[in-house]
T-cell receptor
């Protein structure tokens, strides 16, 4: 069964450093998303991406964040200058057709900012 | 505005008991989708069910059943004869489907279910 993959599974970084979280969505999917989950809290929407551009972003997704789909398979989330409060689990999701089926989530990347 | 409320933060039951997890949602859209996801201790999000707003039929899948009631904006989830392996955090989520919507999921706070042997 096709699945969404994410790398790395765990990333530790120093405050102020840039990180790139990588995702490979399911190949025939059209809609892509990033969510985050601070430990013990709910899953929060960050950004949606369709047709090679951002279709919606939350207020969490400020200028420090960016997304790219550079080669038609990878979907990346970059945090330019990490803060302690960016420590969270980051989930990538993809959806083939919003009229049917569901969003499939990757296993997540746990980001720890020291 | 869209919102999902899971008022039960934690529920603890003994194995074989039935348990219902509540979910109440708010949306202005007439077309929307509702979801339940399970998050076991390993952390991944496991899809359980999706419901379209125009389909109010209840659904049963093995020990799991879902009760969707538009009149009360609720989408409750019942586990019959609970098992220890059901211990997890369960999230209810909403996605508005009207024109201009991007399909983002709005999650509730989650209910932590502990099933004791």
């Amino acid at each position: 069964e096709p699945e969404v993959t994410q790398t790395p599974s765990h990333q530790v970084t120093q405050m102020g450093q840039e990180v790139i979280l990588r995702c490979v969505p399911i190949s025939n999917h059209l809609y892509f998303y990033w969510y985050r989950q601070i430990l013990g809290q709910k899953v929060e929407f960050l950004v949606s991406f369709y047709n090679n551009e951002i279709s919606e972003k939350s207020e969490i997704f400020d200028d420090q964040f960016s997304v790219e789909r550079p080669d038609g398979s990878n979907f990346t989330l970059k945090i330019r200058s990490t803060k302690l409060e960016d420590s969270a689990m980051y989930f990538c999701a993809s959806w083939q057709d919003r009229g049917t089926d569901t969003q499939y989530f990757g296993p997540g990347t746990r980001l720890t900012v020291l | 505005a869209q919102k999902v409320t899971q008022a039960q933060t934690e529920i603890s039951v003994v194995e074989k008991e039935d348990v219902t997890l509540d979910c109440v949602y708010e949306t202005r859209d007439t077309t929307y989708y509702l979801f339940w996801y399970k998050q076991p201790p390993s952390g991944e999000l496991v899809f359980l069910i999706r419901r379209n707003s125009f389909d109010e039929q209840n659904e049963i899948s093995g020990r799991y059943s879902w009760n969707f009631q538009k009149s009360t904006s609720s989408f409750n989830f019942t586990i019959t004869a609970s098992q220890v392996v059901d211990s997890a955090v369960y999230f209810c989520a909403l996605s508005e489907a009207g024109s201009g919507n991007t399909g983002k999921l709005i999650f509730g706070q989650g209910t932590t279910l502990q099933v004791k042997p």
